[in-house]
């Protein structure tokens, strides 16, 4: 048995602490609840988290830390939901001072996520600046796309992360607290940790609940303790907005409306 922070003790746990989006086999389709919290339930959460489930150990009690470089166009087709731009967004990620970087591709469509991404060398993000591709090269898929669709730096978002992992019905689950959300414009591959940026969330966590199929029992648990409805909030586009990168994203009726009147 593992003893959990709060003195209770959950069920030594086999399953792989990969992200279910990034889990391979017949567990079925991904999906991903997010909520935006106080910072009391926040705490909460994070005490019933360590009560039911057991912290990642990518770091110290599931305590790391998290930044993306995300792309985007120079009109900014993936924030505004451009045709062929909606449903994927493709990021650098680096967890703390950990030498290797992820290249990542993320799909969604609705709750239902899934990734693909492959490591690097921090040294190798330079080849990415390219305008030809090494078939050879193991981001080979991901540059080819960043070219195909013509896509840069745009933001650069870091923040601190609580991880927890879990079984539930032999499928994994995982539970994310993040905190104090700092971004930037980005306009390079660097992804250094973002120092001086805007806060994006000030006195919120965002919470991030991961699952197969359907939601786990032990998740309905919590969720009935949660606010009402989930958070359609994507750190992406938050940060592009908060750093007046591009103007808010109109509603289609909006739209039409212009289009009417022009």
Same mark, same amino acid.
């Given at each position: !048995? !593992?003893?959990? $922070?709060?003195?209770?003790? @959950?069920?030594?746990?086999? =399953?792989?602490?990969?992200?279910?989006?990034?889990?391979?086999?017949?567990?079925? &389709?991904?999906?991903?609840?997010? =909520?935006?919290?106080?910072?009391?339930?926040?705490?909460?959460?994070?005490?019933?988290?360590?009560?039911?489930?057991?912290?990642?150990?990518?770091?110290?009690?599931?305590?790391?830390? +998290?930044?993306?470089?995300?792309?985007?166009?120079?009109?900014?087709? +993936?924030?505004?939901?451009?045709?062929?731009?909606?449903?994927?967004?493709?990021?650098?990620?680096?967890?703390?001072?950990?030498?290797?970087? =992820?290249?990542?591709?993320?799909?969604?469509?609705?709750?239902?996520?899934?990734?693909?991404?492959?490591? @690097?060398?921090?040294?190798?993000?330079?080849?990415?600046?390219?305008?030809?591709?090494?078939? $050879?090269? $193991?981001? $080979?898929?991901?540059?080819?796309?960043?070219?195909?669709?013509?896509?840069?730096?745009? +933001?650069? @978002?870091?923040?601190?992360?609580?991880?927890?992992?879990?079984?539930?019905?032999?499928?994994? @689950?995982?539970?994310?607290?993040?905190?104090?959300?700092?971004?930037?414009?980005?306009?390079?591959?660097?992804?250094?940790?973002?120092?001086?940026?805007? &806060?994006?969330?000030?006195?919120?966590?965002?919470?991030? !609940?991961?699952?197969?199929?359907?939601? &786990?029992? !032990?998740?309905?648990?919590?969720?009935?303790?949660?606010?009402?409805?989930?958070?359609?909030?994507?750190?992406?586009?938050?940060? +592009?907005?908060?750093?007046?990168?591009?103007? &808010?994203?109109?509603?289609?009726?909006?739209?039409?409306?212009?289009?009417?009147?022009?």
């Amino acid at each position: !048995m !593992m003893e959990t $922070a709060i003195g209770e003790s @959950v069920p030594e746990l086999k =399953f792989d602490r990969t992200s279910p989006g990034l889990a391979k086999g017949s567990q079925g &389709p991904a999906f991903e609840l997010k =909520f935006k919290l106080t910072l009391a339930e926040a705490e909460f959460v994070e005490a019933w988290a360590r009560a039911h489930l057991a912290p990642d150990g990518h770091g110290a009690d599931g305590f790391y830390h +998290v930044t993306s470089v995300y792309c985007d166009t120079p009109r900014f087709d +993936v924030y505004h939901r451009n045709p062929g731009f909606k449903r994927r967004k493709f990021r650098l990620r680096r967890y703390g001072e950990a030498l290797p970087v =992820f290249l990542e591709r993320k799909s969604r469509l609705g709750d239902r996520v899934r990734k693909k991404r492959v490591e @690097v060398t921090r040294d190798e993000l330079c080849r990415l600046a390219e305008a030809q591709t090494d078939p $050879a090269w $193991a981001g $080979a898929w991901f540059h080819q796309r960043i070219l195909k669709r013509g896509l840069r730096p745009s +933001v650069r @978002v870091s923040y601190e992360r609580t991880a927890f992992f879990g079984g539930a019905a032999e499928t994994p @689950v995982r539970l994310t607290l993040d905190r104090n959300l700092f971004g930037a414009a980005a306009h390079s591959w660097d992804i250094a940790p973002v120092r001086d940026g805007l &806060p994006l969330l000030p006195g919120a966590v965002l919470l991030e !609940m991961k699952y197969h199929i359907t939601v &786990p029992e !032990m998740f309905r648990d919590l969720l009935s303790r949660l606010p009402a409805q989930p958070a359609r909030l994507s750190k992406y586009r938050h940060c +592009v907005l908060q750093c007046g990168l591009a103007a &808010p994203r109109a509603l289609p009726f909006l739209q039409d409306l212009r289009s009417a009147s022009s």
